[in-house]
């Protein structure tokens, strides 16, 4: 049984930083491609930052420069690092993981076939 579980979210004021954490087991975590998206009251769940199974990056054009997506490997763990929060960055922040490469389909939420169950950012000015 494949399982993400999110943590790190909470509360911070404009401008500030979190660290999502993303935990999986159940499967080779190495072999897929995994990534971090964010849904708001009211709007679609959208992709925020991808990494694939070699190390490779993509960003939603509103968070680039200020978010970093990482993993380790040996702890079969991803990480969000999100600098410079706005108001905006609101939402609930979701885990997702896929096997094979995306490539350049690293945003696109119907290509992910697991989900963790979500972590609450709260950005106030």
């Known amino acids: 049984q494949v399982q993400l579980v999110e943590s790190g979210g909470g509360s911070v004021q404009s401008g500030g930083s979190l660290r999502l954490s993303c935990a999986a087991s159940g499967y080779t975590f190495s072999g897929y491609s995994m990534g971090w998206f964010r849904q708001a009251p009211g709007k679609e769940r959208e992709g925020v930052a991808g990494?694939?199974?070699?190390?490779?990056?993509k960003y939603a054009d509103s968070v680039k420069g200020r978010f970093t997506i990482s993993q380790d490997n040996a702890k079969k763990t991803l990480y969000l690092q999100m600098n410079s929060l706005k108001p905006e960055d609101t939402a609930m922040y979701y885990c997702a993981a896929t096997p094979g490469q995306l490539g350049g389909w690293l945003l696109q939420r119907q290509l992910y076939n697991y989900w963790g169950q979500g972590t609450q950012v709260t950005v106030s000015s």
């Open positions: 990494i694939d199974r070699y190390g490779s990056t």
